[in-house]
């Protein structure tokens, strides 16, 4: 079993940055795939950014390519989303996955690979 804690949501205007982090306890967190995904208001849950167990691949919808990178810590079983020159496009709820390696790295942007989520945390951001 593992559980998932996001952490580091808030409000910035346009421009602005913010680092997400989801923090795993429970065993095993190096083997897993990671994933930050994102729901906004009225529309479907998205895929955001990937990373493999050992952090060497790293996957990103077009929507945030150049401006989030992903990144992970297997040992303090956390995993980051540093979000750069934010656009209110971006507000939604963002919320991280864990799922097994062999299949994330083909199938990441389908939900049905993760196993476990976190709960979410707000961004917002405004013009």
């Known amino acids: 079993q593992v559980q998932l804690v996001e952490s580091g949501g808030g409000s910035v205007q346009a421009g602005g940055s913010l680092r997400l982090s989801c923090t795993a306890s429970?065993?095993?967190?190096?083997?897993?795939?990671m994933s930050w995904f994102r729901q906004a208001p009225g529309k479907e849950r998205e895929f955001v950014a990937a990373?493999?167990?050992?952090?060497?691949?790293?996957y990103y919808a077009d929507s945030v390519k150049g401006r989030f990178t992903i990144s992970r810590d297997n040992a303090k079983n956390t995993v980051y989303l540093q979000m750069n020159n934010l656009k209110p496009e971006d507000t939604a709820v963002y919320s991280c996955?864990?799922?097994?390696?062999?299949?994330?790295?083909?199938?990441?942007?389908?939900?049905?690979?993760?196993?476990?989520w976190g709960q979410g945390t707000q961004v917002t951001v405004s013009s």
């Open positions: 429970g065993r095993a967190f190096s083997t897993y795939f």
């Open positions: 996955a864990a799922g097994p390696d062999s299949a994330g790295s083909k199938y990441y942007q389908s939900t049905w690979v993760y196993n476990y």
């Open positions: 990373i493999s167990w050992s952090g060497r691949s790293t």
